[in-house]
């Protein structure tokens, strides 16, 4: 066991445990619970939007990836930056003017029925799973390498904690352990970055030329093709991570954190300057652990190449700055299945148990107690999911949550707030199709089915090629959306003039606090 990082491992609990135990004092209200009362100026929402997002994916997944495949490994940290131009110039106002809690408070200022709510919380809720078993197939990994701990026990230590947070400290607590996760996070990447170019005599040119024969693809480590030699699956893992921003519940329930459509844009600024810088960096970890620990050192410690990260930090700095760089990967963690926990809570309990089943005669503490039960169901299936996936990388597993994300509820929001044809029967259709499509589709391929033994969950013949759905997913979901539409013979009342003006003015109702 390495007692350091199991010291600051202990450091952080104790740290975040205390950020909950005094947001639960301040968390009384739906509002307060739900979205820290809008209370976040654009800053502090920004720094949360980042801890949020700069996931498990992009400090273990994306640095392994560069590490063992090169150059396609990057393509992750171009498509996750990108992914915010589409959030701030599409999604971020809208959301923030048109919603209150969640996603589909957005949809339902078009369409009352409780049928849309209840397929957006549905939708909310697979995307939020999908997206943590990601993150807590990487806690087990970390953990298993520096506590020695089995992989089943690291993802129930995570799985807890994770619930703790939300059910006694809810927005509040989660976005001050996501703030505090990406400053720390921030700092140990550029350490590590600054300390592999000053290995190059800070010399891009040297580094690139080093990479050449630094490991064993040679000088195919620079070119595209190591990972993704299918063109059809390179542009569908792009599409999805582009895309998939825009509908991911975790980061879309943020903009309900501050007081106006203003200061959601100026958070969203924030986050991509800080997110891009982060993203760069990337490549020194990616390239330092290619060239500093080797390819068979990092699959040794985790065929998907999870542990890359930490593994340079070590053979840079030896057991403390392992240390630290590893626990400040378990607060990553720990700040972004919090954030995921708490979207599809809200989505269960304010969707689908206050409105669906409650039809609104809901207390705000019953609606509360939902939520906080919601948490403990939603951690449960996650940790169970988890514990199959252990072999996948957590940088691909995000991108299939991006993927789902892009193909169920981007196609929604765009034609709520752009199309005023578009009516109830269409948002069901797609949301529906987006979801199921990327989830079967992702069930018939190499993901899940592979010839050989342990190179995948099952063992069989895939029945497609593509490893990320999103190129046939994506236009599938615009597709049902619009047929929906086309071919409904129910006409929704005429709303759209209404949401038109409320998306660009906003309504002085949302910041309200009632249910």
């Known amino acids: ?50 801890g949020d997002y700069m996931s498990a994916a992009s400090f273990l997944g994306i640095a392994g990836m560069i590490a063992l495949t090169g150059f396609d490994g990057f393509f992750y940290s ?14 971020a106002e809208p959301i923030r003017n048109l919603g209150k809690y ?29 997206y943590m078993i990601a993150q807590l197939v990487g806690a087990g990994a970390l953990i298993k390498l520096l506590l020695n701990l089995e992989y089943s026990t690291a993802v129930l230590i995570v799985g807890v904690l994770m619930t703790i947070y939300v059910v006694f400290g809810g927005m509040t607590a989660t976005s001050w352990v996501q703030i505090i996760k990406a400053v720390l996070l921030m700092a140990g ?68 954190t501050v007081r106006d459509a203003q200061t959601a844009r ?48 070590q053979a840079l700095g030896g057991d403390f700055l392992f240390a630290f760089i590893a626990a400040v990967a378990f607060a990553t963690i720990l700040a972004v299945v919090a954030g995921l926990v708490l979207s599809a809570a809200s989505a269960f309990a304010h969707d689908f148990y206050s409105h669906i089943i409650r039809r609104g005669n809901v207390t705000e503490q019953q609606q509360m107690k939902a939520a906080k039960w919601a948490s403990v169901g939603v951690a449960i299936i996650s940790v169970v999911l988890a514990l199959f996936a252990q072999k996948l990388n957590v940088a691909f597993l995000v991108g299939l949550a991006f993927a789902v994300a892009a193909s169920s509820n981007l196609p929604v929001i765009i034609y709520t707030i ?13 949301m529906l199709v987006g979801l199921f499509s990327s989830l079967i589709l992702v069930c018939m391929s190499p993901n899940i089915w592979s010839t050989e033994p ?43 003039n209404q949401v038109l003006v409320q998306v660009h003015l906003g309504n002085v109702d949302q910041k309200e606090s009632s249910v």
């Open 418 to 430: 752009l199309w005023r044809r578009f009516n109830t029967t269409g948002a069901i259709w797609g």
């Open 78 to 91: 171009i498509g996750f930056l990108v992914a915010y131009l589409v959030v701030l110039y599409i999604v």
């Open 189 to 256: 990447t550029l350490l590590i970055s600054l300390i592999v170019f000053a290995k190059f005599d800070f010399s891009l040119l040297k580094m690139f030329a080093h990479m050449k024969t630094a490991t064993p693809l040679g000088e195919a480590f620079l070119n595209p093709g190591n990972k993704f030699n299918n063109g059809w699956d390179t542009l569908s893992l792009n599409l999805g991570l582009v895309l998939g921003t825009a509908g991911l519940p975790h980061i879309l329930i943020r903009f309900f």
């Open 1 to 50: 066991m390495n007692y350091t990082a199991f010291g600051l491992f202990l450091l952080i609990i104790l740290a975040t445990l205390v950020i909950t135990y005094y947001a639960a004092r301040r968390t009384k209200t739906t509002s307060e619970f739900y979205t820290a009362g809008s209370s976040l100026t654009g800053w502090q929402n920004g720094l949360a939007i980042a």
């Open 102 to 130: 969640t996603m589909a408070d957005m949809i339902a200022a078009r369409f009352d029925e409780k049928k849309v709510r209840g397929v957006a919380a549905l939708n909310s809720v697979a995307i939020s799973i999908v």
């Open 266 to 313: 100026s958070s969203v600024v924030y986050a991509t300057w800080i997110i891009g810088i982060f993203y760069l960096m990337t490549i020194f970890l990616g390239f330092g652990a290619a060239a500093f620990v080797g390819t068979d050192t990092i699959k040794q410690a985790n065929e998907a190449g999870n542990m890359a990260a930490p593994l340079l930090a």
């Open 454 to 496: 342990g190179k995948a969950i099952l063992v069989g013949t895939p029945l497609i090629s593509l490893t990320n759905p999103g190129i046939i997913s994506i236009p599938l979901g615009f597709l049902a959306a619009y047929l929906g539409t086309i071919f409904s013979a129910k006409q929704d009342d005429p709303k759209f």
